[in-house]
Every structure is written in structure tokens, then in C-alpha cells.
């Protein structure tokens, strides 16, 4: 059964936090833009179908597609501030690049958002670090990328916004990346599984 009009809900008040932290953080403007595939018809219709409200669709339509999200797929390839964006595929490897830092600063602000919105009454800042910990190993980021957003992160746990100005996230991106490779590989294995692999964290996912 479709619920296009819990979705809408949920995806506005995402958003709306989203916006919100992106103001603290200072990329308010660009994060007008944050999310705005999810009003398509291709993704809202089908987000709707698989509607959960405590997590995102993708986990229901993965259940029911073995392991495929056509939602995710749509969703990743237009919205820069998805690390799946910055990967490419070649010769049995992944090719990473770095995010931009708006980019990045944006997956911090859509993550502490999504923890809020999916569970309001749990809700706290060490949870969003935790969230990220937990799955850092399963996410094909460029490291300096993740070793960013886990520093931004960290310093959100300790202070909210007080030690994240957009001058000083600025310094600390460059900080973290001038040292580092423009790209880096993770080798795919090339024996097919007939079923994904199984996630502990799984039903958590925001």
C-alpha cells in the first residue's frame, strides 16, 4: 500500500532539518537544494510504495528486490552529497575522489537530520557518530572524505555547532586533503554472490 502523504511529511521534515543545520554549518543556500530527486516522480512514487517512516524506503524495496534499490540508484546518481556519486567503476576496481567540501558538509548535515527525523524520541548527537562508525567500513569513501565528515562529527558530539564555523570546517577539510591521493581504489571481488550480504546494523539504517 502507497503513502504518499506520510512520505511527503517525512521528506519536508528531512529536509527542513537538513536546511537547518546547514545554516549552523554555513552552506544554508546550498543546502536549499538538498534532496530535491525525492519530489520526482520516479523517486516519490516509488518511495511511497515502500514507505516505512522509522527508516528509509530503500531498506523495503531492497527486501522485496533482492538486494536492489532502484530508488537508491536514482537517488546517489543525482545528489553530489552521496559518496556513491564520487565513485567510478573500472577493471575490477572502484575509483574514489575526494567529495567537495560543500558536498561533504552536506552528508554530515543530512546525517544528524535523518537521525532526528527516524528517531525524535531517542534522538542525540553521539548517536549520529555512532551511526557513522558503525558502517564507515562498508562505505566506499575517498578516506580523507571520511576522515572529514567523522572529524565533523566528532566535534558536533562535543559542542553541536560551536567549533563547526564554516572558516574552521573550511581549514580542516583542506587541512586533511592536501597530503593525500586525488583518488583511491578499492579492488571489487569478482565472485558473484547469489544473495547481499547481510548488515547487523541493518534495520537501524536511516
Not at 572529524?151 to 558536533?156: A, F, G, I, P, S
Not at 593525500?180 to 578499492?186: C, D, M, N, V
Request: net charge positive; with cysteine; charged share 30%.
Amino acid at each position: 500500500m502507497s503513502h504518499p502523504l506520510k512520505h511527503f511529511k517525512i521528506i519536508m521534515k528531512h529536509r527542513h532539518g537538513v536546511i537547518k543545520n546547514g545554516f549552523h554549518l554555513g552552506i544554508f543556500f546550498h543546502t536549499l537544494r538538498h534532496d530535491l530527486s525525492k519530489f520526482s516522480f520516479y523517486e516519490f512514487s516509488r518511495s511511497s510504495k515502500y514507505f516505512l517512516g522509522n527508516r528509509s524506503p530503500t531498506n523495503k524495496e531492497r527486501e522485496a528486490h533482492d538486494g536492489f534499490s532502484d530508488i537508491a540508484v536514482h537517488h546517489t546518481h543525482r545528489n553530489k552529497h552521496h559518496f556513491q556519486y564520487w565513485c567510478d567503476f573500472y577493471r575490477g576496481y572502484i575509483i574514489v575522489k575526494p567529495m567537495p567540501y560543500v558536498y561533504a558538509l552536506e552528508f554530515a548535515a543530512d546525517m544528524m537530520s535523518a537521525s532526528k527525523t527516524y528517531n525524535k524520541k531517542q534522538f542525540s548527537r553521539e548517536e549520529v557518530l555512532e551511526y557513522f562508525l558503525t558502517r564507515e567500513m562498508y562505505f566506499t569513501m575517498h578516506s580523507g572524505t571520511k576522515q572529514f565528515i567523522k572529524e565533523v562529527l566528532q566535534r558536533y558530539v562535543r559542542s553541536e555547532f560551536k567549533e563547526l564555523h564554516k572558516k574552521e570546517t573550511k581549514k580542516l577539510y583542506q587541512e586533511i586533503l592536501k597530503d593525500l591521493p586525488k583518488t583511491e581504489f578499492y579492488r571489487i571481488d569478482p565472485i558473484p554472490l547469489t544473495h547481499p550480504l547481510e548488515d547487523p546494523h541493518e534495520k537501524h539504517i536511516k
